[in-house]
């Protein structure tokens, strides 16, 4: 059974920094390309980051230059590094583990708020 559990989301002010991270057991982790996406309130999903088994990373443009994705193949983990904060990153945060041939599977996700 595949579970994807993200964490470290919590409220934080303008500026600040949160790091998140998600652990997905139950598929090899290493050969799959795992992703950051958001949800705001009355906005749809989108994305926020990737990271592919090579290590190859893909940002919206929103984020760049600010987030930082990295993972720990040894940890079955992604993390979020998340700088520079604006109240427009204010969102849930869901993690994403996706591999060529299977379905995707998603996080429940971790809410963010950027508020002073």
């Known amino acids: 059974q595949v579970q994807v559990v993200e964490s470290g989301g919590g409220l934080v002010q303008p500026g600040g920094s949160l790091r998140l991270s998600c652990v997905a057991s139950?598929?090899?982790?290493?050969?799959?390309?795992m992703g950051w996406y958001r949800q705001a309130p009355g906005k749809e999903r989108e994305l926020v980051a990737t990271i592919a088994s090579g290590g190859n990373t893909n940002y919206a443009d929103s984020v760049k230059g600010r987030f930082t994705i990295s993972r720990d193949n040894a940890k079955n983990t992604v993390y979020l590094q998340m700088n520079s904060l604006k109240p427009e990153d204010t969102a849930v945060y869901y993690c994403?583990?996706?591999?060529?041939?299977?379905?995707?599977?998603w996080g429940q996700g971790t809410q963010v708020t950027v508020s002073s």
């Open positions: 139950g598929r090899p982790f290493s050969s799959g390309v």
């Open positions: 994403k583990s996706a591999r060529s041939g299977y379905r995707d599977y």
